[in-house]
Nanobody, 120 residues
């Protein structure tokens, strides 16, 4: 499974950015798609994830500002980021939990990371 992320960049506080990530390869299904981030000197943390049924989980710090969605037909996940704050500055990583073959235990895969910089 390969993950390719798009988007990111630099924006001023209060601005918006969008991220997308597409999964490719041979697999049975994608259970969960999500985004994590890692700021300098900090641990990687969950930003948001979305299950195959569309249910979502958000970090408290991003609720109401960021929105995750997915297109199951394209194996893509999106993160719309609005009202960005300087503390959102981080490298954002796409993450998927994939069942390679039916009845197998799902496995974790990570994208390469994309930098989001929010200036005050």
């Amino acid at each position: 499974v390969q993950l390719q992320a798009f988007g990111g960049g630099s924006v001023q506080a209060g601005g918006s950015l969008g991220l997308s990530c597409v999964a490719s390869g041979t697999f049975h299904s994608i259970n969960v798609m999500g985004w994590y981030r890692q700021a300098p000197g900090k641990q990687r943390e969950l930003v948001a994830n979305i299950n195959s049924d569309g249910s979502t989980t958000y970090a408290d710090s991003v609720k109401g500002r960021l929105a995750i969605s997915r297109d199951n037909s394209k194996d893509e996940v999106y993160l719309q980021m609005n009202s960005l704050k300087p503390e959102d500055t981080a490298v954002y990583y796409c993450n998927v939990l994939v069942t390679i073959k039916i009845y197998q235990y799902p496995r974790d895969y990570w994208g390469q990371g994309t930098l989001v910089t929010v200036s005050s």
